[in-house]
């Protein structure tokens, strides 16, 4: 099965820079990216920035931006 990691940069609501770096195995793309959606909210909190994930030879396939207020107002709307 492949593995993909999970990296990102992004800042809590102190200014303090964070960095993740997690692997994920998954069979395809698509099910890497459900489940760091389906744990978003508990590995990124309220965090702002970006994240994505990389294949083992770091090719950039999937993306997310950590706006907290866009998605809190965007489920409202």
Same mark, same amino acid.
């Given at each position: 099965? $492949?593995?993909?990691? *999970?990296?990102?940069?992004?800042? !809590?609501?102190?200014?303090? $820079?964070?960095?993740? !770096?997690?692997?994920? +195995?998954?069979?395809?793309?698509?099910?890497?990216? =459900?489940?760091?959606?389906?744990? =978003?909210?508990?590995?990124?909190?309220?965090?702002?920035? +970006?994240?994505? *994930?990389?294949?083992? !030879?770091? =090719?950039?396939?999937?993306?997310?931006?950590?706006? %907290?207020? +866009?998605?809190?107002?965007? %489920?409202? %709307?």
């Amino acid at each position: 099965m $492949p593995l993909y990691r *999970l990296l990102s940069t992004s800042r !809590d609501r102190g200014g303090v $820079p964070l960095r993740h !770096d997690l692997s994920i +195995e998954a069979p395809t793309v698509r099910h890497a990216a =459900a489940r760091v959606l389906g744990r =978003a909210d508990e590995v990124f909190c309220d965090r702002t920035g +970006e994240a994505w *994930l990389v294949t083992e !030879d770091g =090719a950039r396939v999937w993306g997310l931006s950590l706006d %907290a207020e +866009e998605v809190e107002s965007s %489920a409202w %709307a």
